[in-house]
Every structure is written in C-alpha cells, then in structure tokens.
C-alpha cells in the first residue's frame, strides 16, 4: 500500500478563477497543501497552481464537476485515499442562470440547484465523513448577499444560496461536539467572471461603500474562518458586502 500523504490538505472547489483562486492562494500562505477543483477550464486551473507554486506554497489541480455525483465520488474517494489530514473544505464552486422568475426554465433552475445545492452534498458529505472520523476540520461554504437579500432575477440562485446557509447551520450543530467547525462566508458584488457585463457604475450605487469588492477580501475571511483564531466561531454567516443590506 503506498504511504498517505500526511500534509495539511485543503480542498476548495471551484478553485480555478476568481474568489475560489484567491481563497487557494489565502490558505497556501497558511502552509496547506491545496487541491484546486475545477469543472473544465484546465488552462485557469493550472495558472493558480503556478501562481500558488511562485508563493512558495503548493498543490494539485483537481477536474471534477461537483453536481455530478458519481464523477465527485470517484474524485473524492481518490482524495481521501492519498491524503491523511484533510483538515479544511471551501465550497466555493458556483454558477449563476438569471431571470425573472415567471420567465424562469426548469433547467435554469435545476442547473443552479444542482451545482450550488446538491454540489455541496455531493463534496461535504464524504468530505466531512472522514474528517468526523479524525475528529478536526473545519468547512466553510461560500453563499451570497443574495440568500440574504433576495436579489431580483436570481430565485434560483437565492434558494440555493439560502439553502447553503440553513444545511451549514444543521451540520455545524451535528459536529460541533467533535471540533469540527462548519461555516459560511456571504459576499456582495466581488470583481470577478460571474459579475460579467453588469454596469460597474450602476451596481457601484448599490454598494454603500460605493465599490465592488475584491475577491481577496473575501479569502482573507474564509482563511481566518478556517485557522484556530476562530476556534470558537461556527454555524456563522459572515457578509463581506461593503455594507448591502
Ligand atoms: P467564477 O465564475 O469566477 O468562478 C467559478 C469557479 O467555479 C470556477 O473555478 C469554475 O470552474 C468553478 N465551477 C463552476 N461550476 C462547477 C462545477 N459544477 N464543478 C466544479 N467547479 C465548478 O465565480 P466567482 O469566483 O465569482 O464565485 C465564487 C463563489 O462565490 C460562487 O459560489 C459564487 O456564487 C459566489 N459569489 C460570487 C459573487 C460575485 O460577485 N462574484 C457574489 C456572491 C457570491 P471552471 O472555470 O472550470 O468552470
């Protein structure tokens, strides 16, 4: 049997581009060895690897599609083989499909269900299963502004979001006793991909702070979220939203 690999091990799903890029770079710093999941753009899977490799961290790029169950489950168990202390999960992996609601098409909202929702299943749970069974880790789920507010256009994307939450809650109560920590991370409008064309000028009027974010101010929470500095912090909804309510 080949000897696990026994060094601190975080996996953060969709960690290719965007806040799940800054979130690996975040907990490369923090010296974990990171697995950086992604659906299909392997040339942006690879640039974070290199860019957490120049850091002086390192890791793995990782391709799965997490609302597929069978390919996670194939992924995961591979992961759970070779690695002995899987100590942190980011679900950070998200897509959106806006629309009014009355205009909305079942797989417009089976699609974001299906990724933002049963994704977090898929990973959390194996995931977790084992880190039960060494009695540490922390999980930190990636939500948004939106499960709180209710963002017109995104009823698809705000059940799933709100979900994240209520799930997250549920589990950190379940685990609590063994020092697993399970918490969520709600941001605003952080400059990456997902914002795509939205006018700049018109969401900045949204934004108290009359700025979007910046995705490493998002990672810079997740990362705290994860280290013993918030030991006694879980079943939490941070926002990182410049002030949107
Ligand atoms: P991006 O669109 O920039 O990046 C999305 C990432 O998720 C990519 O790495 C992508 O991989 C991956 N991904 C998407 N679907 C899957 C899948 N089925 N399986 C595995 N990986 C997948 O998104 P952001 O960085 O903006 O968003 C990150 C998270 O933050 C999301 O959950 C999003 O909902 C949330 N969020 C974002 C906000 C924002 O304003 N940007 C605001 C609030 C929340 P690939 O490129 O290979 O497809």
Not at 157 to 163: E, I, T
Request: glycine share 10%; net charge neutral.
């Amino acid at each position: 049997m080949t000897k696990k690999i026994d060094a601190k091990t975080a996996i953060i799903t969709g960690g290719s581009r965007g806040i799940g890029r800054a979130i690996c770079n975040e907990l490369g710093r923090d010296g974990y060895y990171i697995i950086i999941n992604y659906r299909s753009d392997d040339k942006a899977a690879a640039e974070t690897l290199e860019i957490l490799r120049n850091n002086k961290a390192d890791g793995e790029t990782c391709r799965f599609d997490i609302s597929n169950s069978e390919d996670t489950k194939r992924a995961l168990e591979d992961i759970i083989g070779r690695f002995s202390n899987i100590e942190v999960l980011v679900n950070n992996a998200g897509i959106t499909a806006d629309g009014l609601f009355i205009f909305m098409t079942e797989d417009e909202w089976d699609s974001v269900i299906t990724t933002n929702l049963k994704g977090f299943y898929n990973v959390t749970r194996p995931i977790l299963e084992n880190m039960v069974k060494r009695k540490q880790g922390a999980v930190v789920s990636i939500s948004s502004v939106s499960a709180l507010m209710g963002h017109r256009g995104q009823a698809n994307y705000s059940a799933a979001k709100a979900g994240l939450i209520g799930t997250s809650r549920a589990i950190a109560s379940e685990v609590a006793r063994l020092g697993i920590r399970v918490n969520v991370v709600a941001p605003g409008l952080i400059e990456t991909d997902m914002l795509g064309d939205l006018p700049r000028d018109f969401i900045k009027g949204m934004i108290p702070m009359a700025r979007v974010g910046k995705p490493e101010e998002v990672a810079r929470v997740v990362r705290f979220l994860c280290s013993q500095d918030a030991s006694y912090i879980t079943g939490q909804v941070i926002s990182v939203n410049g002030g949107m309510h």
